[in-house]
């Protein structure tokens, strides 16, 4: 009869393979916050660029 032998990993790597399958759902839970952020971000960026200049030339006219 052969006794089957578990195989683990301790320290470090034992930790993160312990913690691995829920980089997934964290992952899926951020990317859609970053696809929405970096766009809205973007447009209000190019908003105020595109105020301050305005703002300057009415004040000096």
Do not use: N
Request: proline share 7%; aromatic share 8%; with cysteine.
């Amino acid at each position: 009869m052969t006794e089957s032998r578990r195989v683990t990993a301790e320290g470090a790597l034992g930790a993160m393979a312990k913690i691995m399958p829920f980089g997934t759902a964290v992952f899926a839970a951020f990317v859609p916050f970053a696809a929405g952020s970096c766009p809205l971000t973007s447009g209000a960026w190019a908003a105020v660029e595109r105020a301050v200049p305005r703002r300057r030339i009415v004040r000096v006219a």
